[in-house]
């Protein structure tokens, strides 16, 4: 029987999680205390960027537009959602949407409660 695993917050960084549990074979609920997924994030893409841009269109299928010089930049290097999002928008749309449709699919494997109230954790030894 495969793992399940709970991740607590809907940001980028839950979101990423969550799809790599699935991805990894392991079933995953995510619990956020929003009513609506991604409350926090703000900034992704620094390090080894190029490789996380490509993740994120093959896997996540993330639609960016071509780099764009962002003000105050010399070179192009700034990335936009497709639509004229932010990045951490855009990226956090697309995993959003992806998880959502996972837990459509697969409730067995993917679940996702939202307004969810994580007030400790309880660790069985083995």
Known sequence: MAPRVIVV??????????HTIYLAGGNVVVLDKASFLWWKTQQVLTYKSAAAVEWLQECIRVRFNPRITARGHSHPRTHRGHDAKFPGMAITYALMQRLEELAEAEPERVRIIKKARVTGLI????
């Open 123 to 126: 660790k069985e030894r083995k």
């Open 9 to 18: 917050g809907g940001g980028l960084s839950g979101l990423s999680a969550a």
